[in-house]
């Protein structure tokens, strides 16, 4: 199984490029955001996901560790295909993240191929198994997450045992004069 290429771009297309090894020239399949950044002839490292089945062995290639596992993660859910876990990835996965976090189908029902039964079962098999690093690395162009929660109170939370996706819910309502650590905590006990 293939896990790591290095090499240079030989072509593009929509969608794949070559990427030549040296001796071998391997066609890999990456997400669109990835694709208008590269050009022919540029040198890349890429993690790879082979995707093998009776009739095909596909390649698909990611910039980092983390997003090829976010991609298998994706494609393990029943109904999702490499080529619609591709079109979700096109969309910054913290946004993904906070999304299915705060059980936004609506907002997944955006990414093309992603309908609502599709959504309800992102949702469903990946709220309590994925977390989002900072809750600031979401721009504020998400409107279903809380980017200005504290962190401090965030992680008291979860210490407590309470989910990300719990608490983003419940604080989304909270007051704006309560900006301390201990204020915030005592609005969510006091909300939940």
């Keep these: 199984m293939i896990a790591f290429l290095r090499g240079s771009v030989l072509q593009k297309t929509e969608k794949t ?11 890999v399949n990456l997400n669109a955001t990835y694709m208008a ?10 993690f790879i996901h082979s995707h093998i089945r ?18 298998k993660t994706m494609i393990n859910i029943n109904g999702i295909g490499p080529k619609s876990a ?14 299915i976090l705060n059980e936004d189908d609506k907002y ?3 990414i093309p191929g992603v309908g609502q039964k599709t959504a309800k079962r992102i949702i469903l098999e990946l709220k309590n198994k994925i ?7 979401l721009s504020s162009d998400y409107q279903g997450f809380e980017p200005n929660l504290n962190n401090e109170a965030l992680e ?28 915030i905590i005592t609005y969510f006990l006091k909300n939940i």
């Design 17 to 27: 490029i070559i990427l030549d090894t040296g001796n071998l020239g391997y066609l």
């Design 37 to 46: 950044q590269i050009t022919i002839g540029q040198p890349i490292e890429l």
């Design 54 to 71: 009776e009739d095909m062995f596909d390649l698909y290639g990611f910039t980092t560790y983390e997003a090829m596992t976010f991609f």
């Design 86 to 99: 591709m079109e979700i990835l096109n969309v910054p996965s913290e946004k993904i993240k906070a999304a």
């Design 108 to 110: 997944l029902c955006k």
């Design 131 to 137: 977390e989002i690093e900072t809750p600031e690395a």
């Design 156 to 183: 008291a939370l979860i210490k407590l045992g309470y989910q990300r996706h719990h608490i983003a819910q419940t604080l989304r309502t909270i007051p704006a004069e309560l900006v301390q650590t201990e204020e």
